[in-house]
Every structure is written in structure tokens, then in C-alpha cells.
């Protein structure tokens, strides 16, 4: 027969035990820091080149980014950037579908903002542009974090 005292041991083991099966586990932002790549750094390298990819598809033209905005969280990344030419000289937006919107020799036009706006995530060791916005006006990724189950800290824009 069992005595009080190991049945009151073994009755709390079980609910020491069931409370820790159910405790929710932590959501995996709450465990992400969110970050900013270095320039020069081998991830920011490989982010802008997921998004380049993209870019040069869209503006025929081989680009370069400057960044205004990156930041990560585990396997996403966001950036706000403006394309150039690799000699660092304005894109030439005459020869994309957004020539209307831009005067020759500007960059940005009256509803133009000229950048390249990218989500992009991390699989199988690449970064691939998600979803992306060229010249938005607005905030085009407004969303992009419920749409994509992005995390929510990387869009925050200062």
C-alpha cells in the first residue's frame, strides 16, 4: 500500500508534468533578435543579390542598391533601397515600364519614389525576393507581415 507521502510525490509529478506539456511554447519572434547587416558583410551581400535578381529582371538594366532600410529577422529580411548602375550613376528609368512616371534624367518623379522595396526570405541556404514594389509612392508593404507571416519588427522603418 501506498504511503500519503509518495502519493502526494507522485501527484505532483504528474501535474508538474501535465503544466509543462502545456505551456505554450515561446512564438519564435519572441526568440529572433532583428538586425541590420553590415555593409560589406557576406549576408548583406547575399540579401541584395536575391533582390537584384529581381530588379534587373524589372529594369533591364544591371543595378546596384543603395540601402536606406535592412533589417533581419531569422530567415526574412526587408529593405528599402535605391537602384543605381554599377558606376553609381542614376538607373535609366526611360527604358522601363515606369518611364512615363519619371522625366529623362531624374531619378524620382511626382508619384515616383525611384526606390526598389523588397521582402525576401532565406530557403535552402539562398535569399529570394518574396514580394517586392519598384517606385512605390505609398507604403506598399503595408501587410506584407499578415500576407507572408513575416515578422512584424523587420518593417519598422525609422
Known sequence: ?????????????????????????????????????????????????????????????????????????GNWAFTITIPKKPNG???????????????PGHETGEAFSGEVVGLLRKRAGHWRTVDYCIGPSDVCWEGWDRKYNAPSP???VN
Not at 550613376?89 to 522625366?103: A, F, M
Request: charged share 20%.
Open 1 to 73: 500500500m501506498r504511503t500519503f507521502k509518495t502519493l502526494l510525490g507522485s501527484t505532483l509529478l504528474a501535474a508538474l508534468a501535465v503544466l509543462c506539456l502545456s505551456a505554450p511554447a515561446p512564438a519564435p519572434s519572441q526568440a529572433l533578435q532583428t538586425w541590420t547587416p553590415k555593409p560589406g558583410s557576406p549576408e548583406r551581400k547575399a540579401i541584395m543579390d536575391g533582390l537584384r535578381i529581381t530588379a534587373e529582371r524589372k529594369l533591364h538594366q544591371k543595378v546596384i542598391f543603395v540601402v536606406n532600410h535592412l533589417k533581419v529577422e
Open 154 to 156: 523587420i518593417f519598422k
Open 89 to 103: 550613376t542614376p538607373v535609366n528609368w526611360q527604358i522601363t515600364q515606369w518611364r512615363n512616371l519619371v522625366k
